[in-house]
């Protein structure tokens, strides 16, 4: 590997488009030093890295609880860049047989009525005048499904699975990344449509493409957004109990049962069962640690933290007392450590050990 190669990757990282390999060998080029084979100095990674670095430390204020500093250059650069424990292989708060790996690059698209799994190795497709994956190259068999003949404006299903991520650019412009366990349906083209709709089941940042003639409108159970351009994260998964919806940029409008209210940056609204909109401000950081690789908790309750984890590494979680679900986390961890790191991480704070037994993961005390 040679030094442009070396750079892609890091940009990839920056820009949030690397695959989870990717981020594995940047672990080891900074953690480790293995830069066989590679024309890129140690100096030159740490460099490309500041930035990065500065833009996880701005979002992590005083929460500590989660955080191991350990000696070493190498060591704490890669813990503040990729909030990574690295603790001995025994992990007394974690019980298990066999570990658990990340979940990566999975997803299907449907259209009619076929469905066809997209390429693992591939991080994103881009949907346009062709059907391409988001690095150039091209499916044939994927362009032919989607551009049939007559079927222009098709409606396509990409889905995720437990475990699974990719990365969407519609026909608009539109990119869209999809967290695990989730689905969007949208038209193949929006060609004479007066309105760029799409529907949402599960959670997805947008950076929407501005059109001031043509509104884009996010359909979630409970919940409709109108916007013309902007960047949000919608999580409106079926089992959790609020659609909360977090503004970076640009404005939105949230609509729900009984009443509107628009989202300025910085803020959250969260839509309950019975329709009620309430909006707070919030570091979007959080809520969007997911797309950059990591789990992010601010005072967050164990129930939340776990359904996480099981939708991202597709386990099942019980717990042994029903008052460990309403424990309190705060902290970061990556999202590309195999379970037991996470789950090590959780023990360190006393709030709980943890049991892998196949895949389920049993929370005790």
Known sequence: MDHKQASEIIARYKAGTCTAEEKALLQNWILYGEF???KYTAAEILADVKEIDSRIAAGRGNKTKLWLRIAGIAAVV????????????????VE??????PGGNRATLTVQGKTLSLSKDKTGIVVGNDLKYSDGTQDHTLAQTIFAK??????VTAATPRGGTYFIVLQDGTKVWLNSDSKLEFLSSYANKTQRQVKLTGEAYFEVAKDATRPFIVSSSGQQLEVLGTHFNVNAYNEEPLIRTTLLEGSVAVRGKSNTIVLKPNEQSAVAGNGNITVKPVDPSEALGWK?????????????VMR????WYDVEVAYQDEDLKNKLLDGSVSRYENVSGILNAISQTGAA????DDRKIIVIK
């Open 36 to 38: 066989d084979g590679l």
């Open 292 to 304: 950059s690789g990591r789990f992010i908790f601010n005072n967050t309750p164990m129930q939340v």
């Open 78 to 93: 890669t813990a503040m860049v990729f909030g990574i424990w690295f603790l001995p292989q025994n992990k007394p708060g």
């Open 150 to 155: 007559g079927a222009q404006s098709s409606l």
């Open 96 to 101: 298990y047989v066999k570990d658990i790996a």
């Open 308 to 311: 996480q984890i099981a939708r």
């Open 353 to 356: 050990k943890f049991k892998i």
